[in-house]
Nanobody
Framework: QVQLVESGGGLVQAGGSLRLSCAVS????????MGWFRQAPGKEREFVAA????????RYADSVKGRFTISRDDAKNTVYLQMNSLKPEDTAVYYC???????????????????WGQGTQVTVSS
């Protein structure tokens, strides 16, 4: 079975940084397009960032461009989300997602990612 486990969430002051990690097991990590999504209270789950199998292509939501960076380490079967210049509006549960579909198909499309982690809470205080 495919398992995704997020970690690294917590409480941080506005302007600070946090790095989220997502460890994948059960399948060959390099076969997965990986993504990060988030859901704030009362809002729909939204796309944050995604990275291709090779790591050569990335996509970011406009709201996080220039502040967040997605990366992957195939040797550790882990995808990361480095979050800098955090704002209170970044507060949400962050979810890691994976899929074997082609990059051109999934990219930032939430509904096309088939595997999901349990989420990790990120709270940014003002």
């Amino acid at each position: 079975q495919v398992q995704l486990v997020e970690s690294g969430g917590g409480l941080v002051q506005a302007g600070g940084s946090l790095r989220l990690s997502c460890a994948v097991s059960g399948r060959t990590f390099s076969n997965f397009v990986m993504g990060w999504f988030r859901q704030a209270p009362g809002k729909e789950r939204e796309f944050v960032a995604a990275i291709s199998r090779s790591g050569g292509r990335t996509r970011y939501a406009d709201s996080v461009k220039g502040r967040f960076t997605i990366s992957r380490d195939d040797a550790k079967n882990t995808v990361y989300l480095q979050m800098n210049s955090l704002k209170p509006e970044d507060t949400a549960v962050y979810y890691c997602a994976a899929d074997t579909k082609p990059w051109s198909i999934v990219m930032d499309t939430t509904t096309l990612f088939g595997f999901w982690g349990q989420g990790t809470q990120v709270t940014v205080s003002s």
